[in-house]
């Protein structure tokens, strides 16, 4: 079993449509998480970090982070073109001695067409 | 301000050779991470700076892989003798604190050994 895994995807969605990306973590005491957006042949840029159960939201994003069942989420409003991406969650695992030593699922690749 | 810069952006090495890749952190970052990238799929730690003190070393491949810090600011990461395996984006990532705090990419070096 994968540490964090998320569905490779692709996930087509019309324009202006929400984006829903999913991931589910197999370490219970995990600590904090993050969505990262990485554009083809570009590094990861942050998007999103979420520390608690519950919605965090930021503009068109929503991140939902639900910890009893091990899976954490982001919402992508009024989809653009321009989302077109591979999303990354990540999470610092409870072994990471204090620091945030990330671990990254392989990304779910996001196609929205006009 | 300015970001995360890492240099060169691309390196072709013959099977043998030797390669050093450079980071330059956010300005005052004291946590520095290094990850290596292979296509298609997330990025996986290799080695965590805190100032210059190299706190975790767990996810260098080999002993072939070097890397360090040694005024708390500019990083090096190693490569002696590379092998094709080697082949890989490797990012650098900053962050502005210890604990579990936001990191950000550097651009990446695509590494291709030939």
């Known amino acids: 079993q994968k540490e964090v895994e998320q569905n490779s995807g692709p996930l087509s969605v019309p324009e202006g449509a929400i984006a829903s990306l999913n991931c589910t973590y197999s370490d219970r005491g995990s600590q904090s998480f993050f969505w990262y957006r990485q554009y083809s042949g570009k590094s990861p840029e942050l998007i999103m970090s979420i520390y608690s159960n519950g919605d965090k939201e930021d503009g068109r994003f929503t991140a939902q982070l639900n910890k009893a069942s091990q899976y954490v989420s982001l919402l992508i409003r009024d989809s653009q073109p321009s989302d077109s991406a591979t999303y990354l969650c990540a999470v610092t695992p409870s072994f990471s001695g204090g620091y945030n030593k990330l671990i990254f699922g392989a990304g779910t690749r996001l196609a929205v067409h006009p | 301000g300015a970001g995360v810069s890492q240099s060169p952006r691309y390196k072709v090495a013959k099977r043998g050779q030797d390669v050093a890749l450079r980071c330059d952190p956010i300005?005052?970052?004291?946590?520095l991470f290094w990850y290596q990238q292979a296509l298609g799929q997330g990025p996986e730690f290799l080695t965590y700076f805190q100032n210059e003190a190299q706190l975790d070393k767990s996810g260098l491949p080999s002993d072939r892989f070097f890397a360090e810090r040694p005024e708390g600011s500019v990083s090096t990461l190693k490569i002696q003798r590379t092998q094709q395996e080697d082949s890989a984006v490797y990012l650098c990532a900053s962050s502005a604190n210890t604990g579990f705090s936001e990191q950000y990419f550097g651009p990446g070096t695509r590494l291709t050994v030939t």
């Open positions: 300005s005052g970052h004291v946590s």
